[in-house]
Antibody
Framework: EVQLVESGGGLVQPGGSLRLSCAASGFTFSPYTMFWVRQAPGRGLEFVSGILSNGRATYYADSVKGRFTISRDDSRNTFYLQMDSLRVEDMAVYYC???????????WGQGTLVTVSA | EIVLTQSPATLSLSPGERATLSCRASQSASSSLAWYQQKPGQAPRLLIFGASNRATDIPARFSGSGSGTDFTLTISSLEPEDFAVYYCQQRSSWPGTFGQGTKVEIK
């Protein structure tokens, strides 16, 4: 089955860290650009970070630059989001997604909830 | 950065009615526009890409049109499972932007 499965979400205090993982299966992972997209409670969709195939380039939203780091391990069909210095405003459901055609996302994970609270 | 404005914010319709959702771009987005459906507690689902191409397994009642700055998602006859939030998304610069969403609710 073609799917993406996120893990690593949870409750963390402000200033803390979490590492999200997204495991791909059912397709050849390495050629694809992959993204993290988040959705705060009751809000819309926001791009967080993306990584091209082979890690050739990365994207970070201004709101997370310098705090979040994206990486991928093609041997494990997995990519990651290391989130440091977490803020209350980072609290959201984080989805991983596969990019196609240079801009749209045809495959999404089920989402993992990140709660930032004292 | 291109800003996408979706209208209306909420659309109240009955099953069987036609739904017309608008997505307007602040600058030309060519035809690089996608539409997604999101139901509560679920991930977004790709409906349309390239402004008018249905994604895999998307029913024919969903259609997309437009180019440049004005785009439309039409649901020809609403089924009960179509009541959800719909987002448009474009690529101008990587990775593009999402609209704020239109909620289609049962009247």
């Amino acid at each position: 089955e073609v799917q993406l499965v996120e893990s690593g979400g949870g409750l963390v205090q402000p200033g803390g860290s979490l590492r999200l993982s997204c495991a791909a299966s059912g397709f050849t992972f390495s050629p694809y650009t992959m993204f993290w997209v988040r959705q705060a409670p009751g809000r819309g969709l926001e791009f967080v970070s993306g990584i091209l195939s082979n890690g050739r380039a990365t994207y970070y939203a201004d709101s997370v630059k310098g705090r979040f780091t994206i990486s991928r391990d093609d041997s494990r069909n997995t990519f990651y989001l290391q989130m440091d210095s977490l803020r209350v405003e980072d609290m959201a459901v984080y989805y991983c997604a596969r990019e196609r055609g240079g801009y749209y996302f045809d495959l999404w994970g089920q989402g993992t909830l990140v709660t930032v609270s004292a | 950065e291109i800003v996408l404005t979706q209208s209306p914010a909420t659309l109240s319709l009955s099953p069987g009615e036609r739904a017309t959702l608008s997505c307007r771009a602040s600058q030309s987005a060519s035809s690089s526009l996608a539409w997604y459906q999101q139901k509560p507690g679920q991930a977004p689902r790709l409906l349309i890409f390239g402004a008018s191409n249905r994604a895999t397994d998307i029913p024919a009642r969903f259609s997309g049109s437009g180019s440049g700055t004005d785009f439309t998602l039409t649901i020809s006859s609403l089924e009960p499972e179509d009541f959800a939030v719909y987002y448009c998304q474009q690529r101008s610069s990587w990775p593009g932007t999402f609209g704020q969403g239109t909620k289609v609710e049962i009247k």
